[in-house]
Antibody, heavy 129, light 110 residues
Framework: QVQLVQSGGEVRKPGASVKVSCKAS????????INWVRQAPGQGLEWVGW????????NYAQKFQGRLTLTTDTSTTTAHMELRSLTSDDTAVYYC??????????????????????WGKGTTVTVSS | QPVLTQPPSASGTPGQRVTLSCSGS????????MNWYQQVPGAAPKLLIY???QRPSGIPDRFSGSKSGTSASLAIRGLQSEDEADYYC???????????FGGGTKLTVL
């Protein structure tokens, strides 16, 4: 079955960096984008960013610009999220999620509808001195 | 503060029908289709509804979605104890060029 397996929990000190991995299996990795979503303790979901394994295009949420880097390795079908200059506010569970889509024929162009259809189990990142 | 507004809590008794709401603006709900996610405690979110009212395979037809203007709703009929979870609405925001989520509604089955 389609699966995203994330790396284990991490503990970092303020100011440090963390890199989380997300290995995809059982689908064409290049065809679907990967989103990263985080959830602080007791809080809701927050979109972090998106990357296309097919062409490397990226889109980062404004608040993470400058300290976030998303990458993919198509040879290992793995996506990575690196977040730098960590503060306690970055303590959260970080999820990777496949961006599924459907295409509906239309005129003059087809319509694409996107959603996050497969999720990893999450990686807990704790930032503490 | 989340871009989309959801009531923080809702409740119902087994067998009842409940409706969860989500409101936004022209740049998000009024621009793109709505997706809904269910998150049971300690687990990752799960796609429940996509493209406003479509159910992925495996999602029971007790769950239904609708959208009108800048608001969307998720209805659950025949409420079951296993439906107790957090429910998030999410859509694309054309002004922010970002996915946006609601703050989530915690559904309690009494």
């Amino acid at each position: 079955q389609v699966q995203l397996v994330q790396s284990g929990g991490e503990v970092r000190k303020p100011g440090a960096s963390v890199k989380v991995s997300c290995k995809a299996s059982n689908y064409n990795f290049a065809t679907y984008g990967i989103n990263w979503v985080r959830q602080a303790p007791g809080q809701g979901l927050e979109w972090v960013g998106w990357i296309s394994p097919g062409n490397g295009n990226r889109n980062y949420a404004q608040k993470f610009q400058g300290r976030l880097t998303l990458t993919t390795d198509t040879s290992t079908t793995t996506a990575h999220m690196e977040l730098r200059s960590l503060t306690s506010d970055d303590t959260a569970v970080y999820y990777c999620a496949r961006e599924g889509f459907i295409v509906v024929a239309g005129t003059p162009q087809d319509f694409h509808y996107y959603f996050m259809d497969v999720w990893g189990k999450g990686t807990t990142v704790t930032v503490s001195s | 503060q989340p871009v989309l507004t959801q009531p923080p809590s809702a409740s119902g008794t087994p067998g009842q029908r409940v409706t969860l709401s989500c409101s936004g603006s022209d740049s998000n709900i009024g621009f793109a289709t709505m997706n809904w996610y269910q998150q049971v405690p300690g687990a990752a979110p799960k796609l429940l509804i996509y493209r406003d009212d479509q159910r992925p395979s495996g999602i029971p037809d007790r769950f239904s979605g609708s959208k009108s203007g800048t608001s969307a709703s998720l209805a659950i009929r025949g409420l079951q104890s296993e439906d107790e979870a957090d429910y998030y609405c999410a859509t694309w925001d054309d002004s922010l060029n970002a996915w946006v989520f609601g703050g989530g509604t915690k559904l309690t089955v009494l």
